[in-house]
């Protein structure tokens, strides 16, 4: 793993993949990623152009631990993944969440973005024991991930997402030790 400017970099079997900051011209990968129905499928649907504009305006910020996934020796990319803080069974953890566009699917880039990004987790100087990711029950790839990067599953829980929005989801809860043994999984 190198870290060289704000890009991230880990050699997967297929390709390089790196995590770059979010910036003003990927606009485009956030409409993809957050605009299409099938995208947004295990998230209670799309999000608004409004809403993904203020999304956007926050991502691009320095500070805001949201990262896109590019792959190979281009600069386009093929999918996101951030961290941030929640509150959570009565204590502060960091949530994580990842998106990779359809055509990019199935090449393991979420794996390989994520194992990348638990990485800047550990590191990050606000320091919560645990990460946990809330993917669909439904979701296999995404629970897949979980499972392939040593999480832990606790249990199926109900939550509503986005808050306020009446939206309940049926998603799975599981967790990362930080204080673990160091290791971010596998490496399949």
Same mark, same amino acid.
């Given at each position: 793993?190198?870290?060289?400017?704000?890009?991230?970099?880990?050699?997967?079997?297929?390709?390089?993949?790196?995590?770059?900051?979010?910036?003003?011209?990927?606009?485009?990968?956030?409409?993809?990623?957050?605009?299409?129905?099938?995208?947004?499928?295990?998230?209670?649907?799309?999000?608004?152009?409004?809403?993904?504009?203020?999304?956007?305006?926050?991502?691009?910020?320095?500070?805001? %631990?949201?990262?896109?996934?590019?792959? $190979?020796?281009?600069?386009? $990319?093929?999918?996101?993944?951030?961290?941030?803080?929640?509150?959570?069974?009565?204590?502060?953890?960091?949530?994580?969440?990842?998106?990779?566009?359809?055509?990019?699917? $199935?090449?393991?880039?979420?794996?390989? +973005?994520? %194992?990348?990004?638990?990485?800047?987790?550990?590191?990050?100087?606000?320091?919560?024991?645990?990460?946990?990711?809330?993917?669909?029950?439904?979701?296999?790839?995404?629970?897949?991930?979980?499972?392939?990067?040593?999480?832990?599953?606790?249990?199926?829980?109900?939550?509503?997402?986005?808050?306020?929005?009446?939206?309940?989801?049926?998603?799975?809860?599981? %967790?990362?030790?930080?204080?673990?043994? +160091?290791?971010?999984?596998?490496?399949?």
């Amino acid at each position: 793993m190198a870290m060289t400017g704000g890009s991230i970099s880990h050699g997967a079997a297929m390709s390089e993949v790196r995590l770059e900051s979010w910036g003003s011209e990927d606009l485009s990968l956030m409409q993809r990623l957050l605009g299409d129905p099938q995208m947004t499928e295990h998230l209670g649907g799309p999000e608004s152009e409004q809403k993904i504009a203020e999304r956007q305006a926050r991502y691009e910020k320095p500070d805001s %631990r949201q990262y896109k996934i590019v792959a $190979g020796d281009g600069s386009e $990319g093929a999918g996101a993944v951030g961290y941030w803080e929640k509150e959570w069974r009565d204590t502060t953890v960091w949530e994580v969440g990842w998106l990779v566009l359809p055509e990019h699917q $199935g090449k393991g880039l979420a794996t390989a +973005g994520m %194992r990348l990004l638990l990485n800047i987790v550990r590191a990050d100087p606000v320091s919560h024991r645990y990460v946990h990711a809330f993917p669909s029950v439904d979701n296999a790839p995404s629970n897949s991930i979980c499972r392939k990067l040593g999480f832990t599953l606790l249990e199926a829980i109900d939550f509503e997402y986005p808050h306020g929005s009446g939206n309940v989801l049926h998603c799975n809860d599981w %967790r990362f030790d930080l204080a673990g043994d +160091g290791r971010v999984g596998d490496q399949g």
